[in-house]
């Protein structure tokens, strides 16, 4: 089974500012296979990017994502106060699907 | 409107059976491979179950093997997870998600609380 850790486990910024939120995977992961989620409280996930730098749809240009390997990063150019909320990656390999345990962007 | 709906969650004692069921409306079912994903209170995802488009095929996280089972309806348009010998651990939200072509979760459902205790 592929683990994926994030990091930081909180970021603490203000609207206007950058974040850059990491996952790391335990083994290699196909860039096509990994995914990052926003999760509001009471709501369920919503997709944000695929294949590690493909944005969904309806998803605005200030989240891109990049990466490849083990190191895959999530980054939101300038944060709107809708951005704060819980982001998991995900990655899929060999018929399992893991997701990491998310990163926390609260308002500093 | 593209939609998935679950239904079938509540408070069930340890060793318990409960059926979710999860119905889709607004896309092409039967072209999608279909999951559960489940949120126990204030913890993070984890992946539960996937089948195929045509049942042939299913995968489960090791926690869940032997007790959970996965399977869909066409004719209904529908998702079912059948849980057996239930555990407090097993206490959870648990999601309907489609899945995109990449191995993706693209469309998600409300979800379903699943109580375990006595």
Known sequence: EIVLTQSPGTLSLSPGEGATLSCRASQSVSSSYLAWYQQKPGQAPRLLIYAASSRATGIPDRFGGSGSGTDFTLTITRLEPEDFAVYYCQQYGSSQITFGPGTKVDIK | ?118
Not at chain 2, 72 to 82: I, P, V
Not at chain 2, 92 to 98: G, L, S
């Open chain 2, 1 to 118: 409107e593209v939609q998935l709906v679950e239904s079938g969650g509540g408070l069930v004692q340890p060793g318990g059976s409960l059926r979710l069921s999860c119905a889709a409306s607004g896309l092409t079912f039967s072209n999608s491979w279909m999951s559960w994903v489940r949120q126990a209170p204030g913890k993070g995802l984890e992946w539960v179950a996937n089948i195929k488009q045509d049942g042939s095929e299913n995968y489960y996280v090791d926690s869940v093997k032997g007790r959970f089972t996965i399977s869909r309806d066409h004719a209904k348009n529908s998702l079912y997870l059948q849980m057996n010998s239930l555990r407090a651990e097993d206490t959870a939200v648990y999601y309907c998600a489609k899945i995109g072509h990449y191995w993706y979760f693209d469309l998600w459902g409300r979800g379903t609380l699943v109580t375990v205790s006595s």
